[in-house]
């Protein structure tokens, strides 16, 4: 059912259809802008970002923020940020399917209630999920796809770019190219 911001936070902040309610430090729920026109959906909390209660907030977040800005989009001004999975699975493991099924509800209507016009996956869990269950973030990634009235993008998560710096080039083209996907469709963002 589609509920209104203030109801949708406060029941998700309560939330235990799964089980990575019993080991989280906090829901971490969504930040930014709620009538951005840009929707950025990673996998799930991390360490850091369960103890502080916002998405991206340890290194790989830094290096998010960094691309983000090369391309004039700011969490606190003209994006909103969610994960596949609000709770932080142990030790940073992939969510589980029945997790990632638990929580996506919540997520869907955060959609719902903010209406975006591109929605951005960052990384494979996200991709999978959202775009097709067989993509291939490597091969895709930087790909534009468009299903059920929102344009969707998947770009590569910023831990994987951690990892294997030498893919950084990759994602900002794909930045760039979402930037001139914004200014064709978007009203607000820029
Ligand atoms: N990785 C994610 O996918 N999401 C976060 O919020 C942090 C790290």
């Not at 911001?5 to 802008?33: A, D």
């Not at 996200?126 to 895709?140: F, G, L, R, V």
């Amino acid at each position: 059912m589609h509920k209104s911001w203030n109801e949708l936070k406060i029941e998700c902040l309560k939330c235990t259809q799964c089980p990575l309610s019993e080991t989280r430090n906090n829901v971490v729920f969504g930040i930014g802008n709620e009538k951005a026109e840009v929707l950025l959906i990673g996998e799930g909390p991390g360490e850091n970002e369960d103890l502080q209660g916002e998405p991206f907030v340890g290194k790989a977040g830094q290096l998010l923020d960094k691309m983000l800005n090369y391309i004039d989009l700011d969490r606190k001004k003209n994006i909103y940020i969610a994960n596949i999975v609000k709770c932080r699975p142990p030790k940073n493991r992939d969510p589980f399917p029945e997790e990632q099924e638990a929580c996506i509800p919540w997520l869907r209507n955060q959609t719902l209630l903010i209406r975006p016009k591109i929605i951005v996956c960052l990384g494979r869990i996200a991709a999978m999920k959202i775009i097709k269950p067989d993509i291939k973030i490597t091969k895709d990634h930087g790909t534009l796809y468009n299903k059920n009235g929102f344009l969707f993008i998947p770009i590569l998560h910023p831990a994987a770019i951690l990892r294997n710096p030498s893919s950084e080039l990759d994602a900002l083209k794909d930045f760039l190219k979402l930037k001139e996907k914004i200014k064709q469709i978007c009203n607000s963002t820029y």
